[in-house]
């Protein structure tokens, strides 16, 4: 893709905003490089005045100025959003789409023939710049759309390149997550509370520990299991508080919700 990046957002609702803040804040565009649609006006004016982007009249005029096009529509506006450009879109464009459990075959069967399509799975930490993200590529993209997606989702936390048949589990996994550990979290609170903190400072210590405990895998490589066992002393506070975990089956309450998750993405890339 030659010239400026231009990227234009089928939707300017909250993960279209927080990409485009990501990719201005990476230095990957200037706000003039970006637009964006949407049905709904209070949301297209949420998105200018966040990112300093200009808003479309239309769907077309997204297509018209933008060569990457981000569609970020719900799952069941998809079809009608890409029956509306179709005949616009032309080999010079890339469609990179996060509509969840969406698969390649039916975006590139309601485009042109060698259409250029990346399917996304995102997760709303990319709001804070921290996303987790995976992406697969549709049969018409080249290495050169690949590595845009690769540097276009860095740009807002991780991103690998991964099978379309694995995205099911992405969403289930890092798609749906944070609601789980958010769960975590207000159930650490809970216990703080239980046992004599205040709220405000139990939500805080529990939100800074997941914060803690997260880097510290991400940032030592050690396996989870092996950080668990450095703060798990014989006949100490944690192996006690371990114990209960292990009765009341988080483990595989946890392994249990990734799985029901991608499978309901699955049926929803079915209907």
């Known amino acids: 893709m030659s010239g400026n990046l231009t990227i234009g957002?089928?939707?300017a609702g909250k993960m279209g905003t927080a990409l485009a803040r990501g990719f201005i804040g990476a230095g990957?565009?200037?706000?003039?490089?970006?637009?964006?649609?949407?049905?709904?006006?209070?949301?297209?004016?949420?998105?200018g005045a966040e990112t300093g982007a200009h808003g479309a009249k239309s769907n077309a005029e997204v297509v018209k100025f933008a060569r990457v096009l981000l569609l970020a529509v719900k799952p069941h506006q998809v079809g009608e959003v890409l029956a509306e450009i179709r005949e616009a879109v032309t080999p010079e464009h890339l469609l990179?789409?996060?509509?969840?459990?969406?698969?390649?075959?039916?975006?590139?069967?309601?485009?042109?023939p060698g259409s250029r399509v990346i399917r996304v799975m995102p997760n709303t930490p990319a709001l804070l710049g921290a996303s987790a993200t995976a992406f697969a590529p549709g049969k018409s993209t080249s290495a050169e759309d690949i590595a845009l997606a690769q540097r276009l989702f860095s740009a807002v936390g991780i991103a690998f390149a991964v099978k379309e048949t694995l995205l099911d589990a992405?969403?289930?996994?890092?798609?749906?997550?944070?609601?789980?550990?958010?769960?975590?979290i207000e159930g650490l609170s809970d216990g703080g509370v239980a046992a004599g903190l205040?709220?405000?400072?139990?939500?805080?210590?529990?939100?800074?520990t997941v914060l803690g405990a997260a880097r510290m895998v991400l940032e030592t490589g050690l396996h989870p299991g092996a950080l668990k066992d450095m703060v798990t002393s014989p006949g100490g506070t944690t192996i006690e508080?371990?114990?209960?975990?292990?009765?009341?089956?988080?483990?595989?309450?946890?392994?249990?919700?990734?799985?029901?998750?991608?499978?309901?993405?699955?049926?929803l890339g079915q209907g």
Do not use: C, W
């Open 96 to 112: 990179i789409s996060i509509a969840a459990g969406v698969p390649l075959a039916k975006l590139e069967a309601s485009l042109n």
């Open 28 to 47: 990957l565009a200037e706000p003039s490089d970006l637009i964006a649609s949407d049905p709904v006006a209070d949301t297209l004016t949420a998105f």
């Open 241 to 267: 508080g371990l114990h209960e975990l292990e009765k009341g089956g988080v483990r595989g309450t946890l392994i249990s919700a990734v799985r029901a998750a991608a499978d309901k993405s699955k049926k």
């Open 198 to 208: 205040p709220r405000d400072i139990a939500t805080k210590l529990a939100a800074q």
């Open 9 to 11: 957002f089928l939707g």
């Open 170 to 184: 992405v969403t289930g996994l890092s798609g749906s997550g944070p609601a789980y550990v958010y769960l975590m």
